[in-house]
């Protein structure tokens, strides 16, 4: 049985990616010492909730699911560089804040959609909002960490909010070797 590997996330808007990609392009010439794959702008996204794996039936009921959330649009400023990871902290992302700390209530009211539609679990640990845009390649001890974060600190955080007025629902496939994320359903944030 064919299982997709689908979450609940932000995608992020173009008039950003055009402010972030000077940024990025100081990130990646000041870590150019160390090894990393860099994602692909069209991968960028903010997570809310992962799924996991999930079979055909299911992923049918949550695109045929109506949703009544009622989420105002949110808007995210930069906060800071850094990493991401559970096991082993690889994920070099840019971390966001919240501007009106609403964005508590879509987190929760997305992982009570998930406990009673697919009977997944609330969340456990606190959101912490980032766009993820590299790997590092290869185990991360503790000094290289301290280093990279160390010149992370001196780069410029992107001057601009980032508005998000739909939550999407994305399934998550290989393609020609790479990973890429289709855009499944889309759930517009109300004003």
Known sequence: MKQHRMFFGFSIEPSFLNVFESSLMEVKHLLSDHSFRWIKETNYHITVKFLGHLPGEKKAELLQSELSWSFHP??????????????????????FEEEKSRCKEVVEEVDEFCMNILGLEKRQQV??????????????????T??????????????????????????????????????????CLKN
């Open 74 to 95: 949110l808007t995210f400023v930069p906060k800071a560089w850094g990493f991401f990871g559970q096991r082993n902290l690889r994920a070099l992302a840019l971390e």
């Open 127 to 144: 959101f912490r909002p980032h766009m993820t845009f590299g790997r590092k390649l290869g185990e991360m001890d503790e000094s290289t």
């Open 146 to 187: 301290r280093h990279m974060n160390q010149i992370l600190d001196h780069i410029s955080l992107p001057k601009l909010h980032l508005h998000l007025s739909h939550i999407h629902l994305y399934e998550s496939f290989r393609e020609d070797d790479q990973l890429r994320y289709a855009i499944e359903k889309s759930f």
